[in-house]
C-alpha cells in the first residue's frame, strides 16, 4: 500500500530520471584492411564531393557529419568495403602485355602475398 502511494506520488511531482544509456562499443573490423567510402546524401555539400570515390582505412575514415560540411541535414553516409585495393591493380591483371611477353603466369599461386584474403 505505501509502494503504491510512493509510485503515484512520484508520478504526481515528475518523473524519475531516465537511466543514461550504456556506451555502444566500437566494433573491431573484420580485416585490418577493412575501408569504407563516404557516399554523399542527395543534398551534396563541397566536403563530401571531395571525398566521392576513395577509400579510407576504417580506422582513419573521416567522421560524418564531415568538419567542413555546410548541410544542416546532412544525408552522407559511408560505404564499407573489404579491402581498401580496389580492382586489379597490375597491367596483366586486366588483360594487358608488356613488353611482348604473353606466356602464362610462372610463378606458384601458393603464398602469394602477406594478407589472409590473397592465399
Given at each position: 500500500?505505501?509502494?503504491d502511494l510512493f509510485k503515484k506520488?512520484?508520478?504526481l511531482f515528475g518523473r524519475e530520471p531516465e537511466p543514461e544509456p550504456k556506451p555502444v562499443p566500437a566494433?573491431?573490423?573484420?580485416s585490418p584492411y577493412?575501408?569504407?567510402?563516404?557516399?554523399?546524401?542527395?543534398?551534396?555539400?563541397?566536403?563530401?564531393?571531395?571525398?566521392?570515390?576513395?577509400?579510407f582505412l576504417s580506422?582513419?575514415?573521416?567522421t560524418l557529419p564531415l568538419k567542413k560540411c555546410d548541410r544542416a541535414d546532412c544525408q552522407c553516409r559511408y560505404e564499407h568495403y573489404e579491402d581498401r585495393r580496389e580492382g586489379p591493380r597490375r597491367a596483366r591483371e586486366i588483360g594487358v602485355a608488356i613488353g611482348g611477353h604473353t606466356d602464362t603466369e610462372q610463378r606458384s599461386q601458393q603464398n602469394r602475398g602477406r594478407r589472409k584474403t590473397d592465399r
Open positions: 500500500m505505501v509502494t506520488a512520484k508520478g566494433r573491431k573490423p573484420v577493412h575501408a569504407v567510402g563516404v557516399i554523399p546524401g542527395p543534398s551534396v555539400c563541397a566536403a563530401a564531393e571531395a571525398l566521392r570515390g576513395k577509400r580506422r582513419e575514415a573521416p
